[in-house]
């Protein structure tokens, strides 16, 4: 436990590693919610593939990385109703909004864009008064 | 072919860091937003360490007007802070709290994040669906008194 946050700055310098690559090589901003929300929508057009492509890298290099790592558990609650309020919540409110934690956090703080900040503060105080509601005071997370 | 090549290994790049930073444990993401309980600071290194090199490709992109594949760079971002921005992040921010996992994570856990993931990515993904309509509504000016 007490070296988590050296794996979380490693981890983020390879998630800022990735974002860096796609944007200086392929001259898009590393946003997980644009990609899979133009691929769902249909606004993807002409760079559908690279989307793909992009989410398929997402979803294997953990499968390559499991056998050599210390702990893999997501801990997701089995409580289908707060999985499916979230889910669709998640899914609406990124794309209304625009950007999630890695377009808006990473990528538009990282350029000092005033809607990266914006964005990041509403969802993480959104967020921590969600925790405080649901897991303090009504008990169901 | 090689966008697709690169854009496999930018996807890898953020599908490794989210794995081994631990943003895919639930917990972990909650314990960070718990500010009244056992509160986890992990989530701010990650996002500390992303921003370094993200940060050092912006300023580089400043200066080119196309992409190493010859595609062009993104516009300059928008100022505007309008109601979409504010209730959508509203919205995500409720929902990331209740599951403790962003759009990422989820692609990144799909190999072992079991039945709960899969409800939670098609609640996602029904939710990414129909926003083009509720965006629409949104667009519209609000009525005058």
């Known amino acids: 436990m007490e070296m988590d946050w050296i794996w ?50 997402v979803a294997l290099l953990p499968v390559v990385l499991t056998p050599i790592y210390r702990e893999v558990n997501t801990h997701i609650t089995d409580n289908i109703a707060v999985l499916v309020a979230a889910g669709l919540l998640v899914g609406l409110g990124t794309r209304i909004a625009n950007g999630c934690t890695s377009g808006h956090g990473v990528c538009g703080m990282s350029r000092l864009s005033l809607r990266g900040f914006a964005a990041t503060a509403v969802y993480i105080v959104t967020g921590g008064v969600g925790v405080v509601l649901f897991r303090h005071l009504l008990g169901v997370i | 072919m090689a966008r697709l090549i690169f854009a496999f290994v930018a996807g890898g790049l953020f599908g490794a860091g989210l ?33 370094i090199p993200m940060a050092l490709a912006w300023l580089v992109a400043q200066r080119r007007r196309s992409s190493v594949l010859g595609t062009p760079m993104p516009p300059k971002p928008s100022t505007e802070i309008d ?6 992040s509203v919205m995500f921010g409720m929902g990331w709290g209740l599951a403790g996992l962003c759009p990422g994570p989820s692609i990144a856990a799909i190999s072992y994040g079991g039945a709960g993931l899969f409800i939670f990515l098609a609640a996602m993904l029904t939710g990414m669906a129909i926003a083009p309509f509720l965006r629409a509504r949104l667009d519209k000016p609000v009525p005058a008194e």
């Open chain 1, 8 to 57: 979380g700055l490693v981890g983020g310098l390879l998630i800022g590693s990735g974002g860096a690559a796609y944007l200086l090589v392929n001259g898009r901003i590393m946003g997980a919610s644009g990609i899979i929300g133009g691929l769902i929508d249909g606004s993807a057009g002409n760079t559908k593939w690279e989307r793909l492509a992009f989410l398929v890298g």
């Open chain 2, 19 to 51: 794995f081994v930073s631990g943003m895919t444990d639930t917990t972990k993401v909650q314990g960070w937003l718990d500010v009244f309980g056992n509160w986890d600071p992990t989530l701010a290194f990650v996002m500390g360490g992303a921003m």
């Open chain 2, 83 to 88: 109601r979409k921005l504010v209730l959508g």
